[in-house]
């Protein structure tokens, strides 16, 4: 019996004959779109009444066959849906732990079909809803807004990540003696400092003498940015929060380091210059990077594009295109013979130095001795963040970047998208390494930069 995910070790399917129909006080309806974004979700219901629209069955046929993460994650929901169909029909229920689940094929409702003129599916799954007396569980912020005219809605949340999200550092104002403890190697981790969180301490009696440290092994160290290697890198940090994530990438001991931040901030440029210096002193085979390619629209689907994946990609690897250009801008226009940024990556592929890959061609591979990136991490579901994470071997290492407040899916927010995901489950780890990017107030792209970040 095939189920979604490794994790349903435990899980039960029975006939809805073996329990009390009686006793499900809540009956919800999910949209489409909770179900494929977390293709757990039924799992997490609970004690209920779960109905499934057929209009929801028939959205996730059409996108199975998808080449791309969305269609990879309806396969796996179909996979999960047949699993319970060839134990009961479905419009008879059917049991999956504490939630029966039903189809309903009621799917329109005079009021709804009334007040709302265009055809929707949406529209369809709430009068659904309606129909069943049960509460609407939406993604969909503008579904909701509707749906709320109709019918009780709910946000869904069990895949939010509700804490304050971690930073990687942390401020303290400490006696000197503290200060000096840490440089003697004799400051034990009295702060309950998470695995290589940084900790900037302030001396309580001078203010400009300032010590940054990072627990490793139960100890809090000092820092020495000096000792940053910058062999073959073309950039060097011009602030603490970009010193602090260099050293977290050339930490040997991290095979994962995520940075978080607005735009301007540095965070792709310096993982794609560190990415390719690794490559070329050899410490790496290659560079891979990869983005999400969940659409914004159907004109961004892979598929919509000629060529093969090089080509099909290019539209989404502007980040890329610009880190490199600005990377080797000298050799591209002062050099004897002028590049096109084209042609300098045509060239890095060549050599082998440099591959990029959708995430949904990932799944499968081993990727061993590789620096691989994962850009604008905010617009993965935490499976997708999964699916690439354990294709990797501890000889290569990922760098995740993002920030959380340029988020383009629709169905995914500040608090439920992988990058989140990755950074509080990663936490406690001595193997990841994690910083924010928010100590700076300046873009290290300049004044009007700053100025759009925040003014407008």
Request: with cysteine; net charge negative; glycine share 4%.
């Amino acid at each position: 019996m095939s189920i979604t995910s490794e994790r349903k070790e435990n899980i039960l399917i029975r006939s809805v004959s073996s329990v009390k129909t009686n006793d499900f006080s809540r009956k919800i309806t999910p949209d489409t779109s909770v179900l494929i974004y977390d293709v757990d979700a039924l799992f997490k219901f609970g004690k209920c009444e779960c109905i499934l629209s057929s209009v929801v069955i028939e959205e996730i046929n059409a996108l199975k066959d998808e080449l791309s993460e969305r269609g990879y994650y309806a396969r796996q929901v179909a996979d999960l849906l047949d699993t319970l169909s060839k134990h009961s029909p479905l419009k008879n229920g059917v049991m999956l732990n504490d939630t029966m689940i039903r189809t309903s094929y009621n799917n329109t409702h005079p009021a709804v079909s009334k007040s709302l003129v265009m055809n929707q599916h949406d529209y369809k799954i709430i009068a659904c809803a309606k129909n069943n007396n049960a509460t609407l569980i939406c993604r969909d912020k503008v579904m909701r807004t509707i749906a709320r005219d109709f019918v009780q809605v709910e946000e869904y949340e069990e895949d939010m990540i509700k804490t304050e999200m971690y930073k990687g550092y942390r401020r303290q104002v400490v006696p000197e003696s503290t200060i000096t403890r840490m440089y003697e190697g004799k400051l034990w981790n009295v702060y309950d400092l998470y695995p290589n969180e940084f900790i900037i301490m302030e001396n309580e009696v001078n203010s400009q003498h300032v010590a940054v440290g990072i627990h490793k092994k139960g100890m809090i160290i000092p820092v020495d940015f000096e000792q940053l290697n910058f062999h073959g890198l073309k950039l060097r940090p011009l602030n603490l929060e970009q010193k602090m994530f260099l050293y977290l990438l050339q930490d040997k001991d991290i095979t994962c380091v995520s940075a978080v931040g607005q735009s301007g901030k540095g965070k792709s440029l310096m993982a794609v210059d560190y990415a390719l210096a690794t490559v070329h002193s050899r410490l790496f085979h290659k560079f891979l990077y990869t983005k999400s390619v969940i659409s914004v629209d159907t004109r961004e689907e892979l598929g919509f594009y000629k060529g093969g994946v090089e080509e099909k990609l290019r539209p989404h690897l502007q980040p890329l295109y610009s880190s490199i250009e600005y990377l080797y801008k000298d050799e591209l226009y002062k050099g004897k013979e002028r590049l096109s940024v084209d042609e300098k990556v045509q060239q890095m592929l060549e050599q082998d130095e440099l591959m990029f890959y959708p995430l949904a061609n990932i799944r499968g591979m081993s990727i061993f001795e590789t620096a691989v990136m994962l850009d604008e991490a905010q617009n993965t579901t935490n499976h997708t963040i999964k699916s690439l994470v354990t294709r990797l071997n501890d000889d290569a290492k990922l760098i995740v970047t993002g920030d959380i407040e340029q988020i383009d899916d629709k169905n995914l927010n500040k608090y439920n998208n992988g990058l989140v995901h990755l950074v509080e489950a990663g936490k406690d780890e001595h193997f990841i390494g994690h910083i924010t990017m928010d100590i700076a107030e300046k873009s290290i792209r300049g004044n009007l930069a700053t100025f759009g970040a925040k003014k407008l």
